[in-house]
C-alpha cells in the first residue's frame, strides 16, 4: 500500500521557521513525484511546493524564497523547510504523490495527486 507520512508542524511565531517532513512506503521514489499543499479553514486546498521524480523543485510564488523542498531517497523522505513564516502560512499541510507522467506545469494541482497523507497543523502567530 501506499503511505505517505507528514510531520513537523507546531505552532511557531511569524518570521520563525519550521520543517516538515514526509515519509512514503509503498512506491518506489523516482516513480512520484512530491507535492505539499496547505488548506486555511474555509479556504480551497493550494499547491506550496514540489518535487518531481527527477528531483526538479517548484514553489508556489507566495512561497518562493521563503520554503524550500528537498529529498533523502535513502530514507524516502522528502522536506519542507518553511523560513520567515507569516500569519498567513497558517493552515493544514499535507504532502502527497502525483504519477511521474504528470507534467511539470500541473504539479501545483491538487487534483494531479493519487496518494495523500494525513495532515500537520502549521500556526503562525502575530
Known amino acids: 500500500d501506499v503511505q505517505l507520512q507528514a510531520s513537523g508542524g507546531g505552532l511557531v511565531q511569524a518570521g520563525g521557521s519550521l520543517r516538515l517532513s514526509c515519509t512514503a512506503s509503498?512506491?518506489?521514489?523516482?516513480?512520484?513525484?512530491i507535492g505539499w499543499f496547505r488548506q486555511a479553514p474555509g479556504l480551497e486546498r493550494e499547491g506550496v511546493s514540489c518535487v518531481s521524480g527527477i528531483g526538479d523543485t517548484y514553489y508556489a510564488d507566495s512561497v518562493a524564497g521563503r520554503f524550500t523542498m528537498s529529498s533523502d531517497n535513502a530514507k524516502n523522505t522528502v522536506y519542507l523547510q518553511m523560513d520567515s513564516l507569516k500569519p498567513e502560512d497558517t493552515a493544514v499541510y499535507y504532502c502527497a504523490a502525483a504519477p511521474v507522467s504528470v507534467r511539470h506545469e500541473l504539479l501545483l494541482r491538487p487534483s494531479m495527486y493519487d496518494y495523500w497523507g494525513q495532515g500537520t497543523q502549521v500556526t503562525v502567530s502575530s
Open positions: 509503498g512506491f518506489r521514489r523516482d516513480d512520484y513525484s
